[in-house]
């Protein structure tokens, strides 16, 4: 599998707004899911949202850390291979190196897993920082 690459990180005050992107190329199964996780300095990486479809009914599942519910949503286009997490509302502690990865296993039902031993393939991270 080709690495992952984000972008779409850098320089907001709070209230504001980013898109980020994760381009997928070599990923062909939407069952697969795609995780962003977020790390901030001198602490542990930790899941913000992620998406896939369900091999049992083939439903499109989301799921978000509490912390950012409400304020961030998880999207993809299957033709570019990319997705996307558009944060608005941005606070401070949403600062930190933001990084998407792959599944390691497929999602059969149920929402798909926002902890960082379910994932591997990782891109090389896009840092976000929320400062006035």
């Known amino acids: 599998q080709l690495p992952l690459v984000e972008s779409g990180g850098g320089l907001v005050q709070p209230g504001g707004s980013l898109r980020l992107s994760c381009t997928a190329s070599g990923i062909h199964s939407t069952y697969l899911p795609i995780g962003w996780f977020r790390q901030a300095p001198g602490k542990e990486r930790e899941g913000v949202s992620c998406?896939?479809?369900?091999?049992?009914?083939?439903?499109?599942?989301?799921d978000y850390a509490d912390s950012v519910k409400g304020r961030f949503t998880i999207s993809r286009d299957n033709a570019k291979s990319t997705v996307y997490v558009q944060m608005n509302n941005l606070k401070p502690e949403d600062t930190g190196v933001y990084y998407c990865?792959?599944?390691?296993?497929?999602?059969?039902?149920?929402?798909?897993?926002?902890?960082?031993?379910?994932?591997?393939?990782w891109g090389q991270g896009t840092q976000v920082t929320v400062s006035s």
């Open positions: 990865a792959v599944g390691i296993n497929p999602l059969l039902d149920g929402q798909c897993p926002l902890s960082v031993d379910e994932y591997d393939n």
């Open positions: 998406i896939s479809d369900s091999v049992t009914d083939g439903s499109d599942t989301t």
